[in-house]
């Protein structure tokens, strides 16, 4: 079996096959980041802004509004393909299933949101962005699957303990005389 590509020959041939316009994710572990290709190895994409700590992102989460950083922290940049990928793997996300705008205005959009902008990691990330630019669609599918997964976590933590709750109440409850008894045909004992 042969050995896996380097980030940098898997980015250099990425690089090579993109174009202006298109969608350019960089896996980055536990999720994506979206960026759009304008070509000469350029991208723009939501980032940090420089003199910001992993403080003025992570404190958000879990206080206030959760997932929003105040705009404040973060912009739309143009910037190195090499640098937003940040030594990760890219990927070319374009959705096929989707109508596009043209490469030019695909482009002229995302030159016009650069600056100051608002970000909430389940209702306004760099997904939702990128699929705004060139579809004019508002969609993140990871923010859609972690919300289900949350969802269906949720209803499998509440379901799991209801049923408890039933099992612990049928296992600790004295029964009825009816139940041991025999005279209404029910179950004779739930222990």
């Given at each position: 079996?042969g050995?896996e590509?380097s980030?940098y ?11 202006p316009?298109?969608?350019?994710k960089?896996h980055?572990?536990a999720?994506y980041?979206f960026a759009?290709?304008?070509g000469d190895?350029?991208?723009i994409h939501?980032r ?11 404190r958000p989460?879990f206080v ?13 940049a143009?910037e190195?393909?090499w640098?937003?990928?940040n030594n990760?793997k ?9 109508e596009a705008?043209?490469?030019?205005d695909i482009?002229?959009r995302a030159?016009?949101?650069?600056g ?8 306004k990330?760099?997904?939702h ?6 579809y004019?669609?508002e969609?993140?599918q990871?923010?859609?699957?972690f ?8 209803v499998?933590?509440g379901?799991?303990a209801?049923?408890g ?11 009825k005389k009816s139940?041991?008894d025999?005279s ?6 739930f222990?």
């Open positions: 079996m050995a590509q980030v020959e898997h980015n250099t041939n990425l690089l090579r096959s993109l174009k316009g298109d969608i350019v960089f980055r572990g999720y980041h759009i290709y304008m190895e350029i991208v939501i940090g802004l420089p003199e910001n700590t992993a403080r003025d992102y992570v989460l206030g509004s959760v997932g929003s950083v105040p705009q404040e922290k973060v912009e739309i143009e190195d393909f640098t937003a990928a990760c890219g990927y070319l996300a374009n959705d096929e299933t989707k705008f043209k490469v030019d482009l002229r030159k016009a949101s650069l100051p902008t608002e970000y909430h990691l389940l209702q990330n760099c997904e962005w990128v699929n705004k630019i060139k004019d669609k969609e993140s990871q923010a859609t699957n919300t289900i997964g949350m969802g269906a976590t949720g499998i933590l379901t799991a209801a049923l709750g039933v099992v612990g109440y049928m296992l600790t409850r004295e029964p139940e041991t025999g209404n045909g029910t179950v004779e004992n222990r």
